[in-house]
T-cell receptor, first 113, second 113 residues
Framework: DAGVTQSPTHLIKTRGQHVTLRCSPI?????VSWYQQVLGQGPQFIFQ???????GRGNFPDRFSARQFPNYSSELNVNALLLGDSALYLC????????????FGPGTRLLVL | GENVEQHPSTLSVQEGDSAVIKCTYSDSASNYFPWYKQELGKGPQLIIDIRSNVGEKKDQRIAVTLNKTAKHFSLHITETQPEDSAVYFC????????????FGTGTRLQVTL
């Protein structure tokens, strides 16, 4: 069975640019969450989506946005990139928001120069 | 909001010895506590979890204990092997409109021969 997949694996951008990261959840899972993991720290919650609607948002600026598609895949968009946005961006999938267990993908490593 | 503290930040043990990682959480409403293992360049992998109505759970060489009164939970790895070397994260789940994991800062475990 395929797990959570994310693309691209690595990305280099310059300050001020925008970026789109993609995630496909485990087959049958309908909820996707996004986390940011800065080097040396634990992941931090950005968003959770279910049935194409945002269910919750962490303490991140409006430059961060996301959406979920009818096939439950998701995109994370970050505008006006800052050096501090350099991190590993992780996608986690769950059956539904009420389900506790979250399975993570391999992440997209973003470097902002 | 929830706050999770994790200790130690680094842990070095000899192969065959036991390793213990401890976490505390602040929100008494949290009721699900997973542990993740993260190897270099990979996403977090769920290794064991415990729910608030259970005090202890074991899976082969890995066990987790939970003390709800003290808001402590711990990971125990027995008979450590070199392949156990990785960064381990504890987390606590907050539920509401979204299921949000709050992570500890991680423990780098090194198992030496």
């Amino acid at each position: 069975d395929a797990g959570v997949t994310q693309s691209p694996t690595h990305l280099i951008k310059t300050r001020g640019q925008h970026v789109t990261l993609r995630c496909s959840p485990i087959s049958g899972h309908k909820s996707v969450s996004w986390y940011q993991q800065v080097l040396g720290q634990g992941p931090q919650f950005i968003f959770q989506y279910y049935e194409k609607e945002e269910r919750g948002r962490g303490n991140f600026p409006d430059r961060f946005s996301a959406r979920q598609f009818p096939n439950y895949s998701s995109e994370l968009n970050v505008n006006a990139l800052l050096l501090g946005d350099s991190a590993l961006y992780l996608c986690a999938s769950t059956l539904s928001p009420g389900e506790e267990t979250q399975y993570f993908g391999p992440g997209t490593r973003l470097l902002v120069l | 909001g929830e706050n999770v503290e994790q200790h130690p930040s680094t842990l070095s043990v000899q192969e065959g010895d036991s390793a213990v990682i401890k976490c505390t959480y602040s929100d008494s409403a949290s009721n699900y506590f997973p542990w993740y293992k993260q190897e270099l360049g990979k996403g977090p992998q769920l290794i064991i979890d415990i729910r608030s109505n259970v005090g202890e759970k074991k899976d082969q060489r890995i066990a987790v204990t939970l003390n709800k009164t003290a808001k402590h939970f711990s990971l125990h790895i027995t008979e450590t092997q070199p392949e156990d070397s990785a960064v381990y994260f504890c987390a606590a789940l907050s539920t509401g409109t979204a299921s949000k994991l709050t992570f500890g800062t991680g423990t780098r475990l090194q198992v030496t021969l």
